[in-house]
């Protein structure tokens, strides 16, 4: 209870409402001891009086504002149900937060819509976190359990409860998702898989819709999920509790039966279901009881594909599959068959011969329709010894039908849980630790309650107890662990409920013994629960109003029970002979479910049996389990598992019955909350001391009241003991332990009013003397203003006077002459005026007259015009007429000698005749044609004569014309005589009709012109309209283009990345299969050590042959007999030189004179001077070597007597020992060999005659390098694979990759094809071994990506395909390398990914704890911290070392420093840099985001100079152009965002325009978690959320909706091609520590 001194005027309380449960309200005048009424305010503005008097007492104080919205309900200065309603309220609507903690608890609330909160990105932010750090979450509660057990070594169970439709299953499956992931195997076996394929089987099988949910689990589950030694997930059992047979074949209006059914039907028209006759959900009575067969968002069919893939990965092969479904549907035609009454009073039954319903069940079961509609409408009773078959009634046979249909599928459902324990069971090694998850019904009330709900609450009875209990001993641990006196904590246990069910005697022994009765009856066990519990037991009542129920009082509500169906669905029977019809079934599967199960005995720990079988033997009966009883040892199991592991708690919450999304109703709310005993949490912490700080925090709150010196440091706890007693008078409500002290409840409250009050009191000071020197300030500002003001007003006001003055005397000036000058100007327009208005009068008068004249001419020849065009289309017409009527005549006339010509034609007579005459006839056509021809050219000459004579007579006609017209003129000006009356009036007539043409000509020509207009007009609008076309289908055609290159870029990049992941998948399967084969063959290489020995070494070789060997002569062989002679520039005699070289070397001559003018002979003396010449060169050359081993060895002794050289001098000159007795050893093998392989033809030919000298190189054949054929392996070994880091490192950059390119080159050019191609294979192989050998060591990584680069370079700069620069003086390779490029680029791939891989896990530890909690700038710390709590869960690990800036800095400096120091392109540094930098701000940002303890002022501005580091660090080096600084930038807009002003419309404006690059999703997640860590800070309020939310919807630009940044997100890599030097065997500087001194310069 509060302090009374809480309660004053101001202080915000809770009173009980019966719609909200409870309101806030306001104390309107302080209270004192003794008052019965305290007068509150509501928040909607009613006043009410409020009665304390005893038992109702104080109301429940509300927390201060600063704590709404903790993420913790055990940190609220005041733990009782409203605070813990209003928290849970005020995060999930105004924060939208689903998880809150209450101490170990996680409260869940079902948002009804889907999150984006359960990404790969979310597991990993959470993955490895301490739980007190990170947002509420379930993969927080996931990972304590995790690392608990991963540390502990113990096993720990997840408990996961809640009413239907609370989201147990989904927090269920996130759960199990979290473990898959976290401990995948590294071997990324199937066990995840199939761990997480179970959940769609289950839910197919076990889960249906309900009025409450869409997808209820209509059972009880527990996982056991089994971890190996290394943490990774080797296997996994399910346990299954009380499946709801019932709903097989009943369901309520608005539910479903289970899944499967609907999921069945939905894929009846698929050709493999058409064998099960199946039909619509509709047309099953299994399935259309509840009216409803659809679950709005869900597909059926969809589901099913997902069931049966869940199947597959399994093990169920795809014939068991079937027969599964096959069982299925068979219960949907079962419960289809039609059991008809008949006989007397209906007390018989029959099925009908042809129902089709048994026939397709008895064909599906495979057994005998007959036997089984037989066994259906009967029953077989034992009496007195005798077996009797006893017909049914058509309700008792409907009964027996369901109870078949229930006992089939609760076996099938055992069989598929047993399946899945097999598939998913450890065969690897035995589990060494496990994770169990309880998705188990939470406490069930509703208007009727049957055995199902009795079985239920009796389960969370037990659940409870376990959970009160284990809090308890939290807090028991707690405080002995800080040695404090404590008293037991008094809490309501419900062990009296839990006798009254399961103790002797007990309902569940009540209802087994009236089981076992004949003739037991519901109404027999009620009145022997009255009989022996009531007014005996306090948990037991017995309605009023019914002799048929009872009640229970429960620990969370009193819950009235029908008796009606209980014996009934306890005994669960159906009868032995439809069993034994199935056991005898043709299908394997079905006789496989119904096999004999033991009777009695102990119960199998992985599943309860479902159903007894009724038998007509009585001893055999009385042995049958009953449901209650299987259901009570199951429990029982389940809770000995429980307490032998460390539970974790989820309670998930139903906000309300509508399914609506986020939408809250406190009623629901708090009876969940009171039934999953969340309340009960806070009820016990309360009872104890519930306030706990640590002794620094605690003086750091609350220093300002603590009086004297300064605290000491090395003992705060007896500073605390002295200064806590003056400020709380009461000893029993606090506590000192060994590092904290503790509070009861409210007394945190007390102290922080205290601290206000004296914080208050502080401040009014501060402000008096403040405001004083304020005041002071201002009077004397405002004194000293006043006289100035008064000295500059006076002195404008005079010079203002003479202003006026002066301003007077020139006005009157001014109006004078304006006066005057307005007076003139109007004159002068007046006159101006007049003389343009006559001017104008008389020229219109002129052009009036002319116009007139100039009218009438052209009157008179219009006329004429229009007469001669008149007279001429008349013509035309008459002529045009007589031609048509000419063609019409002459057309009959030729059809009639048609019609006569076709006539005779038919006629024999006629064609004999015309056969007779034919060549007469033809003379006359042809005379005839002539004829034709030549009067129609003696037509056309009279057509153009007539022409001619036409345009004669119109010539001549318009002169004479043209005569009379000027005539007419003449005389009309010599003699203007005046017309007559009767010419002026003919005269005027023509002028009027010649003037009425006229305007019709000009009305014609201007409606002409119009149109022309109008088309004009018309044509540059379609002009425009054409260009704007064009310029829209261009702009379209430009955009579509840019949108084409943009998604081919994406595409592109996307393939690249696409590749890039297979590649490294690639790599990873790759190195899998190199583990195995090297596992596989270690015994082996065991065996050998001792017997293979290398050449020059006694080490063990374990190296696979080189693919470059080969058995045919290589060019060694052949270069073996060309050795150059001294006197190779002589030419050969046929005896002197041969007998000079005999006598210089010391050849007998006695053998060669003896055979002397033979061929044979001189090839001898040949062969003898050969063997000589290079037997004494090559003991020269054992000479020189004998001597350097005996100088070395002069040095080694030398060296070992002073025993001063270093162990590397000592070692390497062993090594040059061993290289010489090396060279030794090859130089005797080779002149034994070459005594063995000269052969005499070679000889021959080369002393024959005069040779030809050979060809010389060419410069580009010069410069190379020659490794012989068996010493390739020898340098791939020393150059790649066995070379040691400290001489690999000290080599030029690139020079391993010259040195293969060279003897690449050198093979090309002898015309060795495989050869060459051959050694870049070799090279590949070994650079991808040396890559695996040093996948650790990111310096040599990137020295064989500089390598894998450059001979990538080299190999494409001679390709054949590749132009050559002009100052290109490498010829082309002549061998393909395509495929071996592509290779090379895929290694430069896989180096590229193991750098980063290899830079990524030596930053992932301490990304976080350098960015965000560094302290790098001091007195930033959250010294006087929030009131809070603070809480450290088992999850907790030490800090990681180098976790700072300056760390990071040195981990990306080692990085660059490598990249350097190998010369690696500036783009390739810039990718690395851009994926390193990627990963620090989106795993920082990612944790800043989830993280409420970071998200203040002081952290952001701590966070914004720790990137400012990094900034600068990349600044330095160069490579903040290359995307590594854009990668920072949604990590500094949220540190900028933390640090903003966060109250007006204007910070709203200012926070959506900085934060560009963050989305909204993170701006408001931010805003909801930002948390003052001071008293000087405010809290974000909900209206600027809301502000920030409305401006945030008209962004279109800004990045996508996601709460997080991919982590994992990989950017593609490309190695751009640069073209290297020319390379040359000269200009290498090959060190003798690479012991490659066998090649030889070229």
């Keep these: 209870m509060a302090a009374p001194e809480l309660y004053t005027k101001g202080a915000c309380v809770w009173v009980p409402d019966d719609q909200e449960v409870w309101v806030s309200a306001q104390l309107q005048q302080d209270y004192r001891p003794g008052d019965q009424n305290l007068k509150l305010g509501l928040s909607d503005g009613r006043e009410i009086h409020y009665s304390v008097a005893p038992p109702v007492g104080l109301p429940p104080l509300g927390n201060p504002e600063i704590l709404e919205g903790e993420n913790d309900l055990t940190a609220l200065s005041f733990l009782h149900e409203p605070a813990v309603l209003h928290n849970l309220r005020v995060r999930f609507l105004d924060y939208r937060s689903i998880y809150t903690y209450c101490g170990i608890v996680l409260v869940a609330l079902n948002p009804y819509e889907q999150l984006p909160i359960y990404g790969e990105e979310v597991i990993d932010a959470y993955s490895g976190q301490d739980m007190a ?58 066990v995840e898989e199939k761990v997480l394929s179970s959940n769609p089987i289950m839910e197919a099988i076990g889960n249906a819709k309900t009025t409450r949910n869409d997808n209820s689990s209509r059972f009880g589950k527990y ?79 969809v589901e099913m594909d997902n069931t049966r893939n869940a199947l597959t990965i399994m093990g169920v092969q795809p014939d068991q599959q079937m027969e599964l479904f096959q069982i299925l549907a068979a219960v949907l035609h079962l419960g289809n068959v039609n059991i008809q009454a008949s006989g007397r009073g209906g007390d018989r039954c029959y099925v009908s011969a042809d129902d089709r319903s048994l026939a397709i069940f008895s064909k599906l079961m495979g057994v005998e329709a007959s036997q089984m509609a037989h066994w259906l409408c009967h029953r077989r009773l034992t009496v007195a010894g005798e077996t009797l078959v006893r017909p049914m009634s058509a309700q008792q046979a409907n009964a027996a039908r369901d109870a078949l249909a229930k006992h089939v599928y609760g076996q099938l459902f055992a069989w598929m849980v047993q399946r899945l324990n097999s598939a998913l069971r450890a065969h690897r090694e035995r589990p060494r630790t496990l994770v169990g998850v309880l998705d188990i019904y939470g406490f069930e009330t509703f208007d009727r309650n049957s055995f199902e709900q009795f079985c239920i609450n009796y389960a969370n009875e037990k659940l409870q107890q376990q959970f009160n209990r284990h809090v308890f001993q939290l807090e028991q641990e707690e405080y002995v662990r800080e040695e ?78 029908e008796c009606h169906g209980f014996l009934e669905k306890n005994r669960d029977t159906v009868f032995e002979e439809p069993i034994n019809i199935m056991r005898a079934s043709q299908l394997e599967l079905v006789a496989e479910l119904f096999q004999q199960e033991p009777i009695g005995g102990a119960l199998s720990a992985s599943s309860v049996h479902n159903g007894l079988v009724r038998s007509g033997n009585k001893a055999h009966r009385e042995h049958k389990l009953t449901v209650g009883f299987q259901f009570r040892q199951s429990l029982q199991l389940l809770m000995d598992t429980l307490n032998s592991t460390t539970p974790h708690y989820i309670r998930c919450i139903k906000p309300n019955d509508l399914k609506q999304p986020f939408m809250f109703d406190p009623r629901r709310a708090v009876q969940q909350l009171r039934a999953c005993g969340v309340l009960e949490t806070i009820r016990i912490s309360a009872a104890g001391y519930p306030s706990r700080w640590n002794y620094e925090e605690f003086l750091s709150r609350y220093r300002v009241l603590l009086c004297g010196s300064s605290p000491p440091q090395d003992d705060l706890r007896v500073f605390c003991r002295g200064a806590v007693p003056p400020l709380i008078p009461d000893p029993g409500q606090y506590c000192f332990g060994r590092t904290k002290v503790f509070f009861r409840a409210g007394q945190v409250a007390v102290l922080e009013k205290l601290r206000a009050q004296k914080l208050q009191a502080a401040a009014v000071l501060v402000q008096s003397w403040v405001r004083g020197w304020l005041q002071r300030q201002r009077f004397l500002r405002l004194y000293w203003a006043a006289r100035t003001l008064q000295k500059y007003a006076r002195g404008a006001l005079a010079r203002r006077r003479v202003w006026m003055l002066r301003y007077t005397r020139a006005a009157l000036v001014v109006q004078k002459t304006y006066r005057m000058v307005v007076v003139r100007q109007l004159y002068l327009a007046i006159r101006e005026a007049v003389v343009t208005i006559q001017a104008f009068a008389r020229g219109a008068r002129a052009r009036r007259t002319c116009r007139q004249l100039l009218a009438e001419r052209a009157a008179v020849r219009v006329q004429a015009r229009v007469r001669g065009w008149l007279a001429r289309r008349r013509f035309c017409r008459v002529r045009a007429a007589v031609v048509l009527v000419q063609c019409c005549v002459r057309r009959r006339a030729a059809r009639r000698e048609l019609r006569r010509l076709r006539a005779e034609a038919r006629s ?90 006229i305007l019709l000509l000009v009305q014609e020509i201007e409606a002409l012109k119009v149109e022309r207009d109008s088309l004009a007009k018309e044509r540059d609008e379609l002009t425009s309209h054409f260009l704007e076309q064009e310029k829209a289908r261009e702009e379209s055609r430009q955009q579509a283009a840019s949108r084409a290159q943009t998604a081919v870029q994406a595409e592109l990049e996307e393939e690249r990345r696409r590749y890039q992941g297979l590649l490294r998948e690639f790599t990873r399967l790759e190195q899998r299969y190199d583990n195995l084969k090297d596992m596989s063959t270690l015994p082996t290489a065991e065996r050998w050590r001792g017997h293979k020995r290398t050449e020059s070494t006694q080490s063990l070789s374990l190296e696979p042959p080189s693919p470059v060997s080969s058995d045919a002569p290589s060019a060694e062989d052949s270069r073996r007999i060309s050795v150059p002679f001294p006197l190779d520039t002589r030419p050969w005699g046929p005896e002197a030189p041969l007998n000079a070289l005999m006598e210089d070397l010391g050849v007998l001559k006695d053998t060669a004179e003896k055979k002397r003018g033979d061929d044979l002979g001189h090839a001898y003396d040949a062969v003898r001077v050969a063997n000589k010449f290079l037997e004494k060169q090559l003991l020269t050359q054992r000479s020189e070597w004998e001597q350097e081993k005996a100088d070395l060895t002069l040095k080694l002794q030398q060296a070992q007597a002073r025993g001063a050289p ?20 090859r130089l005797r093998r080779e002149l034994k060999d070459l005594k063995h392989t000269v052969t005499l033809r070679k000889i021959i030919s080369y002393t024959a005659g005069s040779p030809e000298p050979a060809p010389r190189p060419s410069p580009a054949q010069t410069g190379l390098l020659e490794c012989r054929r068996r010493d390739e392996s020898r340098l791939i070994k020393n150059l790649i694979t066995d070379v040691r880091v400290d001489v690999a490192l000290s080599l030029d950059p690139g020079l391993p990759a010259c040195l293969i390119f060279l003897c690449v080159r050198q093979a090309d050019c002898i015309k060795e094809l495989a050869r060459a191609r051959g050694l870049c294979i070799a090279a590949l192989a070994a650079i991808k071994t040396a890559l695996k050998k040093h996948s650790s060591d990111l310096e040599m990584t990137a020295l064989w990506m500089k390598n894998c680069c450059l001979l990538k370079d080299l190999l494409t700069q001679h390709s054949a395909a590749q132009e050559a620069g002009p100052l290109e003086e490498a010829c082309p390779l002549q061998v393909e390398l395509k495929e071996q490029v592509r290779l090379l680029g895929d290694v430069c791939i896989q180096a590229y990914q193991q750098l980063l891989s290899i830079s990524e896990t030596r930053l992932q530890p301490i990304i976080v704890p350098a960015v965000l909690e560094t302290e790098t700038i001091p007195g930033l710390g959250a010294g006087a911290g929030k009131l809070s709590g603070p809480r450290k869960r088992a999850a907790s690990e030490p800090r ?100 903003m002003s966060k109250k007006t419309e204007v910070d709203g404006r200012a926070v959506v325009q900085t934060c560009n690059a963050l989305s909204s999703q993170q701006i408001v997640k931010i805003l909801t978690q930002y948390t003052p860590q001071s008293d000087v800070e405010e809290r974000v309020t909900l209206n600027f959320i809301r502000i920030v939310q409305g401006l945030l919807k008209g962004r279109s630009d800004g990045p996508p909706p996601q709460m997080l940044l991919d982590v994992k997100r990989v950017f593609p890599v490309t190695f751009p091609y640069v073209p290297p030097p020319p390379v040359r065997a000269e200009m290498l500087d090959i060190p003798d520590s690479l012991k490659i001194s066998f090649l030889r310069r070229v």
């Excluded at 399910?238 to 709903?247: A, G, H, I, N, Q």
């Excluded at 009856?521 to 009620?526: H, K, L, Q, R, T």
């Excluded at 009531?534 to 129920?549: E, G, H, Q, V, Y």
């Excluded at 162990?1207 to 010489?1220: A, C, H, I, N, Y």
């Design 133 to 190: 750090n990170m947002d509420p979450h379930i993969f927080s509660i996931a990972e304590e359990a995790y690392r608990t057990m991963i540390r502990e070594e113990k096993n720990q169970s997840i408990i996961i409860s809640g009413e239907s439709g609370s989201g147990k299953t989904v927090s269920a499956k996130f759960t199990m998702r979290y473990f898959a992931v976290v401990g995948g195997a590294a071997q990324q076996t199937s």
């Design 484 to 561: 404090l006196p404590w008293n037991r904590i008094e809490f309501s246990d419900n062990q009296p409920c839990i006798t009254l069910i399961e103790g002797p005697l007990g309902l569940l022994d009540l209802l087994d013994e009236e089981c076992r009765v004949p003739k037991g009856s519901d109404e027999n066990w009620a009145r022997k629960l009255y009989d022996q519990h009531l007014d005996r037991s306090l948990n037991f009542r017995k309605p009023r109003m019914s002799n048929s129920a009872f009640a229970l009082v429960h620990f969370a509500d009193v819950v009235q029970y």
């Design 908 to 997: 024999v007579e006629r064609y004999q005749e015309l056969h007779k005459g034919m060549e007469m006839k033809l003379v006359q056509l042809q005379w005839r044609a002539d004829q034709e021809a030549r009067e129609s050219a003696s037509l056309r000459e009279a057509l153009q004569a007539e022409h001619d004579s036409h345009s004669r007579e119109v010539e001549k006609l318009r002169s004479t014309l043209d005569v009379l017209q000027r005539r007419l003129h003449e005389q009309s000006l010599a003699a203007p005589a005046l017309p007559t009356q009767r010419e002026e009036e003919e005269w005027r007539h023509e002028k009027e009709k010649t003037a009425h043409q």
């Design 1440 to 1539: 990681p070392e180098g976790a700072t800036m300056a760390g990071v800095l040195k981990e990306l400096g080692a990085v660059h420093s490598a990249l350097e120091r190998q010369d690696l392109d500036r783009a390739v540094q810039d990718q690395t840099f851009r994926q390193l930098v990627h990963l620090l701000a989106a795993s920082a940002l990612n944790s800043l985001i989830l993280r409420k303890d970071m998200c203040c002022c002081g952290r952001g501005l701590q966070i914004r100079y720790n990137v400012s580091l990094l900034e600068e660090w990349l600044r330095s080096r160069g490579l903040q152009t290359g995307g590594a600084a854009a990668a920072l930038e949604p990590l500094i807009q949220a540190a900028q965002l933390l640090q």
């Design 1206 to 1225: 270093a162990g590397r001098e000592l070692k390497d000159l062993m090594e040059q020992v061993e290289v010489g007795e090396e060279e030794c050893y």
């Design 223 to 301: 996982i056991e999920i089994g971890f190996g030694s290394k943490g990774d997930i080797i296997g996994a059992n399910v346990r299954t509790y009380l499946l709801e047979k019932s709903r097989v074949v009943f369901q309520a209006p608005e539910e479903r039966n289970y899944h499967i059914f609907y999921q069945l039907c939905a894929l009846k028209d698929s050709p493999e279901m058409k064998t099960l006759k199946l039909d619509s959900a509709d047309h099953f009575r299994y399935t259309n009881q509840g009216l409803d067969i659809n679950i709005p968002g869900t597909d059926d069919a």
